[in-house]
């Protein structure tokens, strides 16, 4: 869940940035968002070497649904 809040408030992240904000291994991270990506979640743009991600449109409406709950 922190993953999905991090890439929508920084959209066009890298896994090294995600990873520093949320203070983890990046092999852990690595393996989240690949699994955030297979469930549609997140979308991997490559730009040269630099992989970068975003929500997908799925995403963003998951977000929109979660922040239903935390404001409320």
């Not at 869940?1 to 890298?14: D, N």
């Not at 990873?19 to 990046?26: M, P, R, Y």
């Not at 743009?45 to 997908?56: D, M």
């Amino acid at each position: 869940m922190e993953i999905l809040l991090l890439v929508a408030r920084e959209r066009g992240i890298h896994v090294e940035g995600i990873a520093e904000n949320l203070q983890c291994n990046f092999k852990t991270i690595s393996e989240h968002v690949r699994r955030l990506a297979l469930a549609g979640l997140i979308e991997k743009k490559y730009q040269g070497n630099a992989v970068t991600h975003t929500l997908s449109p799925y995403g963003k409406k998951f977000i929109a649904f979660i922040n239903l709950f935390s404001y409320s």
